[in-house]
Protein backbone atom coordinates (compact mmCIF):
# COMPACT_ATOMS: atom_id res chain seq x y z
CA UNK A 1 0.00 0.00 0.00
CA UNK A 2 1.31 3.46 -0.82
CA UNK A 3 1.96 6.10 1.59
CA UNK A 4 2.63 9.53 1.60
CA UNK A 5 3.46 11.62 4.55
CA UNK A 6 4.11 15.05 4.49
CA UNK A 7 6.34 17.35 6.98
CA UNK A 8 8.10 20.40 6.78
CA UNK A 9 4.90 22.55 7.71
CA UNK A 10 5.15 25.77 9.98
CA UNK A 11 4.63 29.19 10.45
CA UNK A 12 6.50 31.91 8.24
CA UNK A 13 6.71 35.44 8.43
CA UNK A 14 5.45 37.68 4.63
CA UNK A 15 8.54 36.63 2.15
CA UNK A 16 10.01 34.13 3.81
CA UNK A 17 10.27 30.26 2.77
CA UNK A 18 9.68 26.92 3.61
CA UNK A 19 10.24 23.71 2.27
CA UNK A 20 7.96 20.09 2.43
CA UNK A 21 8.91 17.18 2.27
CA UNK A 22 6.69 13.82 1.34
CA UNK A 23 8.27 10.86 2.07
CA UNK A 24 7.00 7.70 0.23
CA UNK A 25 6.40 4.22 0.56
CA UNK A 26 5.19 0.62 0.00
CA UNK A 27 5.46 0.88 -4.29
CA UNK A 28 8.26 1.26 -6.68
CA UNK A 29 7.56 4.79 -8.40
CA UNK A 30 9.54 4.88 -11.10
CA UNK A 31 6.95 5.61 -13.83
CA UNK A 32 4.81 7.68 -10.87
CA UNK A 33 3.98 10.98 -10.98
CA UNK A 34 4.47 13.39 -7.90
CA UNK A 35 2.39 16.32 -7.01
CA UNK A 36 2.31 18.87 -4.41
CA UNK A 37 -2.07 19.88 -4.09
CA UNK A 38 -3.14 22.71 -1.58
CA UNK A 39 -6.64 23.14 -0.23
CA UNK A 40 -8.07 25.71 1.92
CA UNK A 41 -11.51 25.25 4.51
CA UNK A 42 -14.28 24.69 2.03
CA UNK A 43 -12.46 24.97 -1.22
CA UNK A 44 -11.67 23.05 -3.88
CA UNK A 45 -8.17 21.09 -3.93
CA UNK A 46 -6.14 23.09 -6.14
CA UNK A 47 -2.83 21.65 -7.78
CA UNK A 48 0.39 23.37 -7.21
CA UNK A 49 3.18 21.33 -9.24
CA UNK A 50 3.82 17.32 -10.27
CA UNK A 51 6.86 15.56 -11.45
CA UNK A 52 8.40 12.97 -12.24
CA UNK A 53 9.86 10.46 -9.83
CA UNK A 54 12.90 10.71 -12.07
CA UNK A 55 12.83 14.33 -11.33
CA UNK A 56 12.50 15.04 -14.82
CA UNK A 57 9.16 17.55 -16.57
CA UNK A 58 8.22 19.60 -13.51
CA UNK A 59 5.18 21.71 -13.86
CA UNK A 60 3.57 24.50 -12.05
CA UNK A 61 0.68 26.42 -11.43
CA UNK A 62 0.87 29.84 -12.46
CA UNK A 63 0.01 31.22 -8.99
CA UNK A 64 3.42 29.78 -7.79
CA UNK A 65 5.38 29.65 -10.72
CA UNK A 66 8.81 31.38 -10.22
CA UNK A 67 8.41 30.93 -6.54
CA UNK A 68 8.23 27.32 -5.87
CA UNK A 69 10.29 24.55 -6.93
CA UNK A 70 9.24 20.85 -6.75
CA UNK A 71 12.32 18.53 -6.75
CA UNK A 72 12.83 14.58 -5.46
CA UNK A 73 15.60 12.55 -4.14
CA UNK A 74 15.05 8.96 -5.16
CA UNK A 75 17.81 7.68 -3.03
CA UNK A 76 15.15 9.44 0.38
CA UNK A 77 12.33 8.18 -1.59
CA UNK A 78 11.16 11.63 -0.92
CA UNK A 79 9.38 14.51 -2.87
CA UNK A 80 10.10 18.16 -2.03
CA UNK A 81 8.47 21.44 -2.52
CA UNK A 82 10.45 24.78 -1.97
CA UNK A 83 8.19 27.83 -1.22
CA UNK A 84 10.20 31.34 -1.66
CA UNK A 85 8.37 34.53 -1.63
CA UNK A 86 5.63 33.02 0.45
CA UNK A 87 2.67 35.40 0.95
CA UNK A 88 -0.38 35.16 3.17
CA UNK A 89 -2.11 34.06 0.38
CA UNK A 90 -0.69 30.68 0.20
CA UNK A 91 -1.69 29.93 3.66
CA UNK A 92 -3.56 26.35 3.49
CA UNK A 93 -3.10 23.02 3.95
CA UNK A 94 -0.80 21.11 1.50
CA UNK A 95 -0.78 17.97 0.57
CA UNK A 96 1.29 15.35 -0.69
CA UNK A 97 -0.35 13.19 -3.96
CA UNK A 98 1.09 10.51 -6.40
CA UNK A 99 -0.42 9.54 -9.82
CA UNK A 100 0.42 5.72 -11.06
CA UNK A 101 1.57 7.25 -14.37
CA UNK A 102 2.98 10.37 -15.16
CA UNK A 103 1.28 12.57 -18.05
CA UNK A 104 2.55 16.02 -18.60
CA UNK A 105 -0.10 18.76 -17.43
CA UNK A 106 -2.61 16.62 -15.82
CA UNK A 107 -3.37 19.00 -12.60
CA UNK A 108 -6.95 17.04 -11.38
CA UNK A 109 -7.35 15.85 -7.81
CA UNK A 110 -9.50 13.04 -9.39
CA UNK A 111 -6.13 12.02 -11.56
CA UNK A 112 -4.44 11.33 -8.99
CA UNK A 113 -4.46 8.13 -6.92
CA UNK A 114 -2.71 8.62 -3.69
CA UNK A 115 -2.58 10.90 -1.06
CA UNK A 116 -0.74 12.14 1.61
CA UNK A 117 -2.44 13.59 5.39
CA UNK A 118 -1.59 16.99 4.60
CA UNK A 119 0.45 19.50 6.31
CA UNK A 120 -0.40 23.24 7.51
CA UNK A 121 1.53 25.73 5.83
CA UNK A 122 0.93 29.29 7.67
CA UNK A 123 2.43 33.05 6.29
CA UNK A 124 1.59 35.66 8.79
CA UNK A 125 1.77 39.47 7.08
Known amino acids: QVQLVESGGGLVHTGGALRLACAASGRTFTTYAMGWFRQAPGTERDFVAA????????YYAESVKGRFTISTDNAKNTVYLQMNSLTPEDTTVYYCAARVKFIFGVTAPDDFNYWGQGTQVTVSS
Open 51 to 58: ITWSGGNP
